[in-house]
């Protein structure tokens, strides 16, 4: 009977812990630190670099443009962004931005 209880209250232990982990270092969420960016325009594909939620620099691969748009939704930036914007012939334009830290969204767009 002792044997069980002490083996409950590891597994508690554990379950607390693991909890605590996982709130102390969360992503970041709408409106918190930085957001996903929809960059809208025409080209055939674009990339995006700049500051991440953690103050690194952060850039994505090149995405292609669907629908007029490009989701970089791997990324939650924020401040100054620079999109590269590609033709279909490989010719670019660059466009710069500013994000916000806060957003009452996941998606903040921009438009070339």
Request: hydrophobic letters at 45%; a positive charge; glycine letters at 12%.
């Amino acid at each position: 009977m002792k044997m069980a209880r002490g083996v409950g209250s590891i597994v508690g232990v554990a379950v607390l812990t693991t909890a605590a982990a996982f709130a102390a270092a969360g992503p970041a969420a709408a409106g918190s630190n930085g957001q996903h960016v929809k960059a809208c325009g025409s080209a055939f594909s674009a990339t995006i670099w700049g500051t991440d939620q953690n103050g690194h620099f952060a850039q994505a691969p090149i995405t292609l443009v669907k629908n007029g748009c490009a989701e970089f939704g791997t990324l939650w930036l924020k401040g100054a962004v620079t999109v590269r914007w590609y033709s279909n012939r490989g010719s670019y334009s660059e466009s710069q931005f500013n994000i916000p830290v806060s957003w009452p969204q996941d998606w903040y767009s921009v438009y070339k």
